[in-house]
């Protein structure tokens, strides 16, 4: 019997796709130490959020220091360089560093400088820091509020119910993307979802 020769490399090329350039996959969600990503499969892109303290000052009760970065890449044959700077503002702080993604749900970060307070909690720049996933989450972006008294809707239309207004900087976690509306959770002490402009979030 004759086998057509297009249709062998067709099924030698989708045995092939798990090893092409740019192929990687890493799980959304809480990781060890601090840290939150959204990995978004289609673009391959990653996006995180890491906020740690160190120290403690007995006579304030509060910690003596705080790291707290975004940061935003691109992967490409499960490497990602990436930009990291403190969210809520212009991005003069930005420190460039790289994510090795070892599996599904374990990476990698390595950045090329500290961010300020931040030798006092994880040494980033000394060493390449372990991350390892505690909590599954469907992000497809970590994202943050641009500007204050931005409003959630019930569903994506600014005739809906108002459900929350934010009225202070808050980085958010984007499931999905609707028509210029993204739908996102966040942290409230009552309702944490709803929809949002897209126009009001910083998306990489």
Known sequence: MKINTYFLYLIFSLMLLPFSRGWAQLTSGIYSNGLTVAYDSTHQTIT?????????????QQPLFSCIFYFEGRITDSVASIKSYYPFKEKADTIVGIIKIKNAQTFEMKLNEEHGGCWNVSHFAEDAVEFKLEEKRNWKWISYVLHPNANIYSEPSDK?????????????????????????????????????????????
């Open 160 to 204: 809906k119910k108002e459900i929350h207004l934010i009225k202070k900087p808050m980085v958010v976690f984007v499931d999905a993307i609707m028509e210029g509306w993204c739908f996102i959770h966040f942290e409230s002490t009552s309702k944490n979802e709803g929809w949002i402009k897209k126009t009001s979030l910083f998306l990489p």
């Open 48 to 60: 995180g959020y890491f906020e740690g303290e160190g120290g403690f000052d007995e006579q304030t």
